[in-house]
Structures are given as structure tokens and as C-alpha cells.
């Protein structure tokens, strides 16, 4: 899965049409704009688009509070609508890929690696987060399980316990990621492994294809957000697209 990913990295025609597939995904949120490319002037090997000029994230992390609260929202849109309406997200969420305007518009770069859900995957994610908005956590533990596909016992549990953590930011919104909180799931996730590894826990069962790479954007996201220092209102961040994918989901537990 790691080599299918970074080796897509390489081919600039795909990456070109993955950037005109986000940006025509995200067309009426005025605040996440997506470069523009220039088929005209790119191929496999040159990959050419829109110059856009703003703040690195080292300037955003100095500006108002104000500001970075409204940026933390559109990477947050970003990210999670990309996620649950359309079942793709981009896998390399890191500050130099994010170019920082006024009113809260970010300008995002690089889709080199994006990282496919699956539908049925999709739909579960989608359940989970509805339930962590609902605060039902008989649900949220239900559809984690079936995304992380589990089979009870021991291990089961500790993975309910990483997702509640996880999901802080909705179930507790509005929220503060900081750099301990974010370093804190990576400590628990580490703790997890090492305590598998030691004792063969009760009901483990490997990672299913593509949660690698859901990890990989847990862990950068929150490292971005973390640094940008500041209280959203996650959950309402959220509702603005949350109807839109269940809208496209069947209803029903266990459906």
C-alpha cells in the first residue's frame, strides 16, 4: 500500500487530475481554493499551475486569533468533507502545503499522494462521526469497529479507547488541539502497539488496507493544528457538510 502510494507521487498526469478532481469537489466553499493547473503546460514529468502568494504557515501561526480560528475551520472542511462526501483524502498534510489567505481562505498544494477510502468504509466513517456529534458511543464504538474491522476482546476496547481520544475535538467541542494532545494520541497509539506485541492480545487483527494512511493524516493533522494554537467549534465546523454525506449513505445500523 506505502509503494502504490509514493510511487503514484511520480506521475504528474495523475496528480493533475486528482488536483482538478479536489478542486471541482470543493468549488462553492469560497475559502478552500485548490491551484488551477495548466494541462497546456504540464505532462507525466512537469506538473504546472496558478501562482498564488500568501502567508507561510510560520507567518499564520503569528497572525490574530481571529484568523487562525478561521483557517483551523477550512483545513478542518477540508480535510474531513473531502473524507466523508467523496471517500478520498490527501495523505500529506504538512505546513508547506498550505498557503494562508484573508478571511480564512487557505490555498492547499501538493496531491501527489491521496489515499482512496472505499464506499462501504466511507459510509461507516460517516456513522462514526455522526455519532461522536450525537454522542452516542454505543454507536460511535459499533462503527469503529466495522472501519477498523475488529473482533472483540481486549484489543477491540483499547482501539474504542484510541478513537474516543481521537474524536476529542468533536465530542468536546468547541476544542483546543494542542502539541501535548496531539502528542499524546501518537504516545497511546505506540502504547497500543508495544502492548500487542508484548502480550498477543486478546482479538487482535491486522490494520485493513487503507487505515495506514488515515494514521499518517491523524498524526500530520493534528501537528499542523496543534501549532496553530487556538479554540474551534469543530462539531458546527463539521455540520456544514455532515447532512451532505449522509445524504449519500444508507441509513440504518448495521445497514
Not at 22 to 42: C, G, M, Q, R
Not at 79 to 89: A, E, K, T
Not at 106 to 114: E, K
Not at 148 to 168: P, Q, W
Request: net charge negative; glycine share 6%.
Amino acid at each position: 500500500e506505502m509503494r502504490e502510494r509514493f510511487r503514484e507521487e511520480l506521475d504528474y498526469t495523475l496528480e493533475a487530475s486528482r488536483q482538478n478532481h479536489f478542486k471541482a469537489l470543493h468549488k462553492h466553499d469560497s475559502a478552500i481554493h485548490i491551484p488551477t493547473i495548466y494541462d497546456e503546460l504540464s505532462s507525466q514529468r512537469v506538473l504546472t499551475s496558478e501562482f498564488v502568494e500568501g502567508k507561510s504557515f510560520n507567518e499564520a501561526r503569528q497572525a490574530s486569533q481571529e484568523e487562525r480560528r478561521l483557517w483551523a475551520s477550512t483545513l478542518w472542511r477540508f480535510v474531513y468533507r473531502s473524507l466523508l462526501v467523496d471517500g478520498l483524502f490527501n495523505a500529506d498534510p504538512h505546513p508547506g502545503n498550505y498557503i494562508f489567505r484573508p478571511d480564512g481562505r487557505v490555498t492547499f498544494l501538493d496531491f501527489g499522494c491521496i489515499q482512496p477510502l472505499g464506499e462501504e468504509r466511507r459510509i461507516d466513517a460517516v456513522r462514526l462521526h455522526a455519532a461522536a456529534h450525537e454522542g452516542d458511543m454505543e454507536s460511535f464504538k459499533f462503527y469503529g469497529s466495522r472501519m477498523l474491522e475488529t473482533d472483540g476482546g481486549d484489543y477491540e476496547e483499547m482501539v474504542a479507547r484510541y478513537l474516543r481520544n481521537c474524536f476529542k475535538p468533536i465530542f468536546e467541542s468547541p476544542f483546543t488541539i494542542t502539541q501535548d494532545y496531539s502528542a499524546s494520541l501518537v504516545k497511546e497509539f505506540k502504547g497500543m502497539v508495544t502492548t500487542l506485541l508484548k502480550t498477543r492480545n486478546d482479538g487482535f487483527v491486522p490494520m485493513p488496507p487503507g487505515i495506514l494512511f488515515i494514521n499518517r493524516l491523524q498524526f500530520g493533522f493534528y501537528s499542523v493544528l496543534a501549532r496553530l494554537e487556538v479554540a474551534v467549534d469543530y462539531a458546527a465546523t463539521e455540520k456544514t457538510y455532515l447532512q451532505e454525506a449522509q445524504s449519500r449513505s444508507p441509513s440504518g445500523k448495521g445497514a
